[in-house]
């Protein structure tokens, strides 16, 4: 057994999260793309098949009531709040990320111009994932604003009194690369802006302290790090003091004051609420409360932890076992700019990619030369992280 | 056994939908509440189960490809199309109903502007279902339009060269009033403008006929008459030779020509892919899946046939059992004018709901002041009729 082997053994013997992967149903191979769709947690297929046997088919309609179907939006939303940094009643689960992206956005600018009639620019983040992208200039479209983009570094600059809305992702899905979200927030509210974040790779991954640094709306997905299965609902925060003037775009009857009033004309629940549009997806959104059973005794600072321990060791295992020159790493060596993943740019990357899954090391490709490596730390172990540097390597050698 | 009893059971030992009951788990009661959450097809607790553990536990993200996840909103579409009438193509299935009102009503807006730029009203049913008013509302803030609630009736006066789209439910969802599609879409097209229309209340129960008829955009939620489960995902229809001019308010990236391309332009996709969104919501949409096998060798014309001879059966019940004066029908009696649905004016309306319910009969009650049986033909009886009118009549003797 090699160095880098046996050293793996050992810091999975003394890793605090180690007992958690039995909590996942999992096969022998090595599982690098949590941070596209997680793994599946041994708790939902029990919980999805007594909501799918019980719920619906026996109670069924009285299951809105009898079953907490109807609440559950921000029941869930509750339980995402303590791994983003988030007090209970500022977040609801439900619609896709894009669709609250539109939310978030729309709201931003309209809480925006009720200060200031003047602002008219929103910027966003050049080198997002590009729903949010093409989600915001429907936004600015929509709202008479102009759309700027800019990269997270240029936003200080970019920064003026013209600005309504920034929205900005916490961690590149292409590079990895952790944004700072604290400093950035305080120059958009200098600005006088309201500051919108995607946490999709950051949420469940690394602390987010979305109550601590002030940030306005946030939205992010929950089939990433908070393993809530294909397509789970997304989320949308706002800030307790923000719920007032959110002005949501997508005024559904979920978000009345009085659901089953059945009144003609709209008046918005108070807090969190606001945020729901239609009726709640219910299967998915029961098999996410089920899956984010697996958090339980575990707090966002030891998964941070264990995350940076394994990218650091993946990364030596890499500069070991890879030929010089193979590959590059477009994720940040420094902590405080790292997400939990690591993107290695690399020639032929696809067709890498693809022997690499077929070897039992499943990470993903990015167009044009990327390889994805997502290290979910409830169930990535050293050991998966060296053997995923050693086929690489042997691959490329 | 009276009559009426003994007539229930002549006319189930007929019906040619009988055998279908049999692909439903139920027990004993009687469940008129398909209208708002349809019983649970056999077939859902296993492929839902294998969707859990093999596709997303074991294939986990190749299940995007592999399992045909990623192309199930257009497939389910398809599945969708013959029970409206519609051709292959031209719907995609996603997002609540809310949610594509509004996709659809801010395209038809964006349609018709294009044609003439003095087009800036929007009709929509001001006895609808209150979230397509809602959303209604918030389409024509963000286009710029007018909204002018008016009756269905009332729709053909209203009508002028100001009119950009019309928004109409095709089953009422408080009386259960059929509306006439085919002559107000004529009469919407003769003014020049779209016709919108939402089929929640109509799918699966009674012949649409999306493309004999013309209409332009059509949404509909897949939980009642389709019975997709809770908050299964709704739909978007776009007919076939509109679909280049469907410009989406909610451009995401599951809508690009090139969805994997991380292009940061946005170039939509042809045909019905344009009114996808985010990612696809896959358990919800599979169980929905499975559930559209109990249309096998079903017509709707078929199931248009049951559900009016169910319908007149219980009135005939309701005449003879329940005492005079004390319940009013709100259904019209006439076939053309009639839903799926029988909905009764009933004094005390909640309680009697509440103790229907208790004695095994499913219905359910309509602020402020009414009864609502929904008849789903493939698997509510002739008996099922018989008995909840015989339960109604005693309790209100």
Not at 73 to 99: C, K, N, Y
Request: glycine letters at 8%; one cysteine or more.
């Amino acid at each position: 057994m090699s160095e880098l082997a046996s050293r793996a053994r050992k810091l999975d013997a003394e890793d605090e999260l180690a007992h958690k992967r039995a909590e996942f149903l999992l096969d022998g191979d090595v599982y690098l793309d949590g941070n596209s769709l997680g793994a599946l947690p041994a708790s939902v297929p029990g919980r999805l098949d007594d909501v799918v046997r019980r719920e619906w088919g026996e109670l069924r309609i009285r299951s809105w009531g009898e079953s907490g179907w109807w609440t559950a939006p921000e029941r869930i939303g509750d339980r995402i709040a303590p791994l983003v940094g988030a007090a209970p009643g500022q977040i609801v689960v439900g619609d896709s990320t894009s669709v609250n992206v539109f939310k978030a956005l729309v709201a931003a600018v309209r809480m925006s111009a009720g200060a200031s009639a003047e602002r008219d620019e929103i910027l966003v983040d050049a080198t997002t994932f590009p729903t949010d992208g093409y989600i915001a200039e429907s936004a600015a479209r929509m709202t008479g604003c102009r759309l700027r983009p800019v990269t997270p570094a240029e936003v200080p600059a970019a920064l003026s009194d013209r600005t309504t809305a920034v929205l900005l992702n916490h961690v590149d899905y292409r590079t990895g690369r952790l944004h700072d979200l604290p400093s950035l927030t305080a120059a958009v509210h200098a600005a006088g802006a309201i500051a919108v974040w995607d946490l999709c790779h950051s949420a469940g991954a690394l602390p987010v302290g979305l109550d601590e640094h002030g940030v306005d709306l946030a939205v992010g997905c929950t089939y990433k790090y908070l393993n809530g299965g294909p397509g789970s609902p997304a989320y949308l925060y706002v800030r307790r003091d923000l719920q007032d003037r959110f002005d949501s775009p997508l005024p559904g009857w979920n978000s009345h004051a009085e659901p089953f009033g059945m009144r003609p004309a709209y008046e918005p629940a108070p807090g969190a609420l606001r945020g729901r549009v239609g009726t709640p997806d219910i299967l998915s959104m029961l098999a996410l409360e089920s899956a984010l059973e697996v958090w339980e005794g575990v707090t966002i600072d030891m998964v941070r932890t264990k995350s940076l321990a394994l990218t650091d060791f993946f990364l030596e295992c890499v500069a070991e076992y890879v030929p010089e020159g193979r590959v590059e790493s477009l994720t940040p060596l420094r902590h405080e700019e790292r997400g939990s993943q690591v993107s290695l740019r690399c020639e032929d990357a696809e067709t890498v990619m693809n022997r690499l899954i077929a070897q039992g090391v499943t990470g993903d490709f990015r167009h044009p030369d990327t390889l994805r490596f997502g290290f979910t730390p409830l169930y990535v172990t050293y050991t998966d992280a060296e053997r995923a540097a050693r086929v690489l390597g042997e691959l490329l050698s």
